[in-house]
C-alpha cells in the first residue's frame, strides 16, 4: 500500500508492459523466445529455457489487443523456433552447392516461416480460449500448442520434428511419461508447466520455476550412456557397422568399390565370428541388390551362417517404366534375399519432389526418378531373428508409425544415413526422435547410421550402447528384450487427446493457477 493505492505485483506490471509495446518489439521479444525455446531441446539440453520461452509466449497471449496480433507473436516465435532449431538443413544443399547452395536461406528461413504458422494458430486459439471462455493462459496455450504441433505432425504428411517433449530425453522419470500419453502428451505437458511460469497464482509460478530448476539440475547431474551392458542378456548378438562415408562421396560411382571394401573390413573386424547377424545401415548397397545375384554371393560370404545381413539398397523394377524404392533386404548366408521393406514415408524435395509438373525444382538424392513409397509399416518375420519392424531414416520421427498395429514386434530396426547433415544439431535431434520411439513402443531400438549415431536402445528408452557421430567403426551388443505394450502403445493419441480435454475444462472452472493471489 502506498498512500492507499495498492501496487500491481510484477507480474502484472510485467504484462501491462507488454501490452503497450509496439508491433516491433513485441516481435523482437517473441523471436528471441523462439531461439531460448530451441537452445532447450537437444542437442544443447538447457532445459530451463523452456520457463522464459513458454510463460513468455503465455504473456504475449494474454496481452495482444486481438487474434491478429496474438497470431502475430506466436508466428514469429514459431519462426524463429523451427528456423533455428532446422539450420541444418542447409548443410545437406551444401553438398552439392553448386546445384542447390543457392536455396538455403529460403529452404531455412522458408520451413520456418512455413512451420511458424502452426504456432501463430497456438497462440490465437489460446487467445481465444483465454478471452472467450476464460480459461487460464497456461492451460489455454498448453492444449492449443498440443493440438497445433499434432497438426504439425499429420498436415501434408508431417513434420513432427522438435516437439517440446524431447527436452527431458535424458531425464528418465519425465521421459517415461510418454509410454503414457506419447511424445505429443509429454508437450502438452512441458509448455503447461513452463507456461505457469507466467500465471498468476504465486504458488504456480513458484512451483513452475523450482520443478524447471530441479530437472534442470537432474539432466546436468544424470549418467552419461554406459556400454557395460551392452554385452549382457540372452538376444542375439548383433554387429553394428558404421562407415562414415562422406555424403559428397557417397554416391560416386568411382568410390563404390572403396566404400564396399570398408564396410566389409568393419563387419569382418575382430569378433565377427561370435555375432548372430550382420546390420548395414541406409543405402549401404546403392545399387539394385535384387538384381544383382553375382554380388549378392560374394556378399553372403559375410553373413554369419545361421543369421542374415540387413541391409540398406535401393530396388529398381521397370513395369515397364523404371520405378525406385528406398529398400532394406534381409539377406542370407546363401546370398538369398528373404525379406524386403520399402521405405513409406518419404522426404519431400529429398526422396520426391511434391506437385512435379508444377514445381521447378529438382531433388537433391541423386537418381534417375522419385522414390515411390512402400506400404507401410510390416513386421518382418525370419527364422533364427525376433520378429522387427524395419524404418528407414526419416520414418523414425512419427509417432505411432514405428510398427504395423496389427503385428507387434520384438524390436525396431532403423536404417539412417545423417551424413547429409554433417557435424550439426540435426543427427542428434534425429537420434533423440529413435529413443522416444522406443519410449512410446516399449520395443527395443536398433539403429544403424551411416554417418550419424548408430546404438542400441532398450524399451525405456536407454542407450544401452552408441557409436559416436563421426566415428568409422563398429558396435557388437545384445538385442534387449521388449516389454508388454504401454498404454500409448495401446491407444495411441487418444489419452493425449483426453489430457487435453481434461486440462480444457479444468480451466473452465477455474483452478488455482488462475486465481489471482499476491
Not at 142 to 150: G, L, Y
Not at 417 to 430: I, L, R, T, V
Request: charged letters at 15%; aromatic letters at 8%; a positive charge.
Amino acid at each position: 500500500m502506498n498512500g492507499g493505492v495498492t501496487t500491481p505485483p510484477a507480474r502484472d506490471r510485467l504484462a501491462a508492459a507488454l501490452g503497450r509495446l509496439g508491433w516491433a518489439t513485441r516481435g523482437a521479444i517473441a523471436a528471441g523466445l523462439g531461439v531460448a525455446a530451441t537452445l532447450a531441446l537437444p542437442p544443447h539440453h538447457a532445459t530451463i529455457l523452456l520457463l522464459p520461452a513458454f510463460a513468455g509466449l503465455a504473456l504475449l497471449v494474454e496481452t495482444a489487443r486481438d487474434g491478429r496480433r496474438a497470431f502475430t507473436d506466436g508466428w514469429i516465435f514459431g519462426a524463429a523456433h523451427f528456423a533455428t532449431g532446422l539450420y541444418w538443413i542447409g548443410h545437406a544443399l551444401l553438398v552439392d552447392a553448386a546445384r542447390f547452395g543457392w536455396m538455403i536461406p529460403f529452404a531455412v528461413g522458408g520451413l520456418g516461416a512455413g512451420l511458424g504458422l502452426f504456432a501463430g494458430l497456438a497462440a490465437l486459439l489460446a487467445r481465444n480460449l483465454v478471452a472467450r471462455a476464460r480459461i487460464a493462459t497456461p492451460m489455454a496455450l498448453a492444449a492449443s500448442w498440443f493440438a497445433t504441433e499434432w497438426l504439425r505432425g499429420h498436415v501434408l504428411t508431417g513434420f513432427p520434428w522438435n516437439l517440446a517433449g524431447t527436452a527431458w530425453v535424458d531425464v528418465a522419470p519425465v521421459a517415461g511419461l510418454a509410454a503414457f500419453v506419447g511424445l505429443y502428451g509429454l508437450t502438452l505437458l512441458t509448455v503447461l508447466a513452463a507456461a505457469c511460469a507466467a500465471a498468476r497464482n504465486t504458488i504456480a509460478r513458484g512451483a513452475a520455476i523450482a520443478l524447471f530448476a530441479g530437472l534442470q539440475a537432474a539432466h546436468w547431474l544424470s549418467p552419461g550412456p554406459a556400454g557395460a551392458d551392452a554385452a549382457a542378456g540372452d538376444g542375439p548378438l548383433l554387429r553394428l557397422v558404421q562407415p562414415d562415408i562422406p555424403q559428397s562421396l557417397k554416391w560416386d560411382p568411382r568410390e563404390r568399390q572403396a566404400h564396399l571394401q570398408l564396410t566389409a573390413d568393419l563387419s569382418l573386424a575382430p569378433g565377427a565370428e561370435r555375432i548372430d547377424h550382420l546390420l548395414w545401415p541406409e543405402t549401404a548397397t546403392l545399387f539394385a541388390l535384387a538384381a544383382e545375384a553375382a554380388f549378392r554371393r560374394d556378399l553372403a560370404q559375410l553373413v554369419p551362417p545361421h543369421g542374415y545381413l540387413l541391409t540398406g539398397s535401393t530396388r529398381i523394377e521397370r513395369t515397364p517404366t523404371l520405378r525406385a524404392w528406398n529398400s532394406l533386404h534381409a539377406l542370407d548366408a546363401a546370398g538369398e534375399i528373404r525379406a524386403t521393406y520399402d521405405k513409406f514415408h518419404l522426404v519431400p524435395f529429398g526422396e520426391y519432389v511434391p506437385l512435379r509438373g508444377v514445381l521447378p525444382l529438382e531433388r537433391i538424392a541423386v537418381g534417375p526418378v522419385d522414390f515411390s513409397p512402400g506400404p507401410g509399416p510390416r513386421t518382418i518375420r525370419l527364422p533364427g531373428l525376433p520378429a522387427f519392424s524395419p524404418l528407414i531414416c526419416y520414418e523414425s520421427i512419427f509417432p505411432l508409425a514405428a510398427r504395423d498395429p496389427r503385428d507387434r514386434p520384438d524390436w525396431i530396426l532403423i536404417a539412417t544415413n545423417d551424413a547429409w547433415f554433417g557435424a550439426s544439431a540435426g543427427p542428434y535431434q534425429h537420434f533423440v526422435a529413435a529413443r522416444f520411439r522406443a519410449i512410446e513402443e516399449g520395443l527395443p531400438v536398433v539403429r544403424v547410421a551411416n554417418g550419424g549415431i548408430s546404438a542400441v536402445i532398450d524399451a525405456g528408452g536407454g542407450v544401452r550402447a552408441a557409436l559416436a557421430l563421426g566415428a568409422r567403426s563398429h558396435l557388437d551388443a545384445r538385442l534387449p528384450p521388449p516389454l508388454p505394450p504401454p498404454p500409448y502403445a495401446r491407444a495411441g493419441d487418444v489419452l493425449p487427446a483426453a489430457l487435453a480435454l481434461a486440462l480444457l475444462l479444468l480451466g473452465r472452472v477455474r483452478t488455482l493457477i488462475s486465481a489471482p493471489r499476491e
